[in-house]
């Protein structure tokens, strides 16, 4: 998981949109309310959530990057009030179970506490709204706002990941990756 930097402007560059990207979501944070999208650069903004999110329901978080959530009020993206099974898009956690490694124990704590079993989260999906495993391809915000995907690779619990049609918020995922490689954020200061 190890990456180059190339140059230390862009090491200090990086760095500072990882910090100002996690400041601006904490709630009442100095940017503004957690749902104001802020600059990061060329790499264009955090997304607020789309006005077009669906209201879910965690049932539980099965690990980093992966959870089930239900809604009561089936729609076009969800068209049952079953438990689904979703898969996070852009990202990916290190394995937990038979098959773990370093920090997937850390990341699956990450997402629980950014989404607690019971609390409500806003999903919108990409182009490919499933994967061949059958599950559900969402971009996560938590009720108020905070963009959950992002959080999980600022905080060094996950890295980017692209398997394209989905890409949409793709170079900002990588962008805040390579800040949280550099700073030895989360997984990338221990692994």
Known sequence: ???SIRGSGLLVALVVVGALGVLAFQPGGP???PVDAISTGATGRIPTRPADAVAMTVEHVHDGDTLFL???QPNALVPSTDAV???LIGIDTPE???AAECFGDEATLALRALVPDGSTVWVSADREPTDRFDRSLFYLWTDDGRFVNYELVSGGAAESL???PNDAYYPLLRSVE?????AGTGMWGVC
Not at 178 to 182: F, G, L, N, R, S
């Open 70 to 72: 239900r809604t009561d």
């Open 162 to 164: 692209v398997i394209p």
């Open 85 to 87: 099974k979703v898969r």
């Open 178 to 182: 390579d800040a949280a490689t550099a």
């Open 96 to 98: 937990i179970g038979d």
């Open 31 to 33: 940017l503004g309310s």
């Open 1 to 3: 998981m190890n990456r």
